[in-house]
Structure formats: C-alpha cells, structure tokens
C-alpha cells in the first residue's frame, strides 16, 4: 500500500451516520457506516489463533455500504475478504491492504422454491444446510461437515463427504473492486477441485444452490452421520485450519503424511494432529510461521519418500 493510499483510507474512520463527512481525494464514497479498523489483529478471527495484523479491517454495515468503500478504493489496492478464517494461515507480518468481513447483513438464507436457497456470502455452512433440510431441500447436507461460509465455499470450491459446491451451485453475485456488482454462473467459475477462476479481490455477497426435493428428516439423520464423523476423526477442539493438504489424485493426504512418519511432528508450538494426520493444530503459542513451516517439512518428507508432492489447501496470505 503506497503512503497516499494509507492517509485515504484513514480519511475513512467510522462517523456517526448523522455527521456530514465527505469523501477523500482519491475517493468516490464518503464516510462508512459499518466498522473500519486501522492495524486490526486477525489472530482472533481465525481458527489457528496466530498472525497478525490487517493494515485495514473493513466489516461494513450492509451492501450499500460495501458497494461504496470498494467504490472508493484506489485501484491496486490489495482486498482479501475473510469469512469464519478455518482454512487460513495469517502470517505473522500481517496482511497489506484490506481485510473485508461480512457480518450479520451478508449472513441470510432465503428459500427461494424449485428447491433453491439463496444464500448471503457470510452464511455458514451449518445454517444453510440446516435451512435446506427445514424446507425439504436435499443435496446440501454435505455444508454441514464444512466449517466456514458460502464466500469461501464458492472461492475454493468447498467440499466433503463426496459433495462440493461445483455440484450445487447456479451462480453468484460478486462485488468486484471498483464497487461493480456481477453475477457469475457457476460455469464461468471454471471449478477444479478446491480451486475456482474467481478474480483477487473479489468479494461474494450472496449465491444460489440447488438442491433436490428430499425427507426433512432423512436429511437431518444425514447431517447428524456427517457431524458424528467429523467428531470421530478430526481434531474440532483444537486450534487448527482443517485439512491442510489437497487430496491427490487416488489418493489420501493423511495416509501419505502418515506414511512419511510425520504424524504428531511437531515444530515450535505447531503439531501434526495425532487424531488426523491431514491437520495442523497450534498446542498454545505457535507462530504463523511455526505452523507454515510444519506443513513446508511435511511436505518435504511425503516428497522425499512418499515422491508425492502436496499442495496445500490452506490460504496462505499476507507477510512473512
């Protein structure tokens, strides 16, 4: 970020909307309504509890009020938007730019019929699979085993349990940096296994899924299968990101990690889960770079005797 953007941006604090504030040079918008947050800690916002500071924390009031910050952002500064932060490592230099956080506005779910639902960007897996089996809806349980929100779950093409949202998904609408509003189907996304062709930057404000008619309560014993897995096998109570490495074809990372003899490695205060080799998890007071190197060693040694190379499935950002 370049020392004219940082004095626009800080033009931006929040005013209360009865005082008249007009917008800085360089600006299309005026003053926020929402929460802008100069140097905000992210540690607190994501599962693995480490990292550091966002240069901007932008959690706005409502679309209106989104849609005219991006309006007024120089172009090429940097936006990430940030949901329930389970399948991100913040590192410890902190992230340049804008962090957008969709709060209550962006986190409903409607019912729309034709067994669709329309669902806001901050809405968690669990409401929007819950509202599906209230409707009879069904073909969405699969949201219940995935912890985070429908941004994400659009961004990186979530998924378990043989689902992702390639299969249900119809389109979405995405705030684009500049304020522009479009409405992409999900074959523009050009979905791959945890990977979409959404532009940086982007933020999703809502989308559609569709699903199939089904037996509410069918549906809840499914949701109730899913849930007592993920119990059984994943470290939930813990500080960690969910799994951390992708799936390589015909395989399994866990099993490859496990085979390499890494499970339970540990490195400063980070650890391969001793339940689930595909996790990392932070025992207390693992750095960002702790965990990240953990996973670079892990990686290091399926290659070396697995002569598999992970990726990662983790969002890494910002500095280190």
Not at 31 to 55: E, I, N
Not at 94 to 107: E, I, N, Q, Y
Not at 263 to 271: E, F, S, T
Request: proline share 5%; with cysteine; net charge negative.
């Amino acid at each position: 970020m370049t020392r004219q953007q940082g004095d626009d941006l800080r033009a931006w604090t929040r005013a209360p909307a009865s005082e008249d504030a007009s917008a800085p040079a360089g600006f299309a918008g005026g003053k926020v309504r929402g929460k802008l947050t100069r140097d905000a800690p992210l540690a607190k916002l994501v599962w693995f509890k480490s990292g550091g500071t966002a240069d901007w924390l932008f959690e706005p009031e409502d679309r209106e009020d989104l849609l005219a910050f991006l309006a007024g952002i120089d172009e090429g500064t940097p936006l990430m938007a940030l949901g329930l932060g389970s399948n991100l490592i913040v590192r410890d230099g902190g992230v340049p730019g804008v962090v957008v956080r969709l709060g209550k506005a962006f986190s409903q779910v409607e019912v729309l019929g034709e067994c669709e639902l329309r669902c806001g960007g901050g809405a968690s897996g669990i409401l929007v699979s819950s509202t599906a089996r209230d409707a009879g809806i069904a073909g969405l349980e699969f949201l219940r085993g995935i912890p985070g929100t429908v941004g994400g779950f659009v961004r990186m093409n979530g998924g378990a349990y043989g689902r992702e949202v390639a299969d249900v998904l119809v389109d979405c609408e995405v705030a684009m940096p500049g304020g522009n509003v479009v409405t992409l189907p999900a074959r523009e996304l050009q979905y791959t296994y945890r990977h979409s062709a959404l532009p940086e930057g982007a933020v999703v404000i809502s989308a559609r899924l569709r699903g199939t008619p089904g037996d509410p309560q069918q549906i809840g014993a499914e949701m109730d299968r899913i849930a007592a897995a993920r119990e059984a096998s994943q470290p939930l109570r813990t500080k960690t990101g969910g799994s951390t490495f992708k799936n390589p074809p015909g395989d399994k990372a866990w099993r490859l990690v496990d085979a390499a003899g890494c499970r339970g490695l540990v490195m400063g205060g980070a650890q391969v889960s001793e339940k689930h080799a595909n996790f990392l998890i932070n025992t207390g007071d693992a750095s960002s770079a702790d965990i990240e190197g953990l996973g670079e060693e892990v990686r290091r040694r399926v290659a070396e005797s697995q002569g598999v190379n992970l990726e990662w499935e983790i969002q890494r950002v910002g500095r280190p």
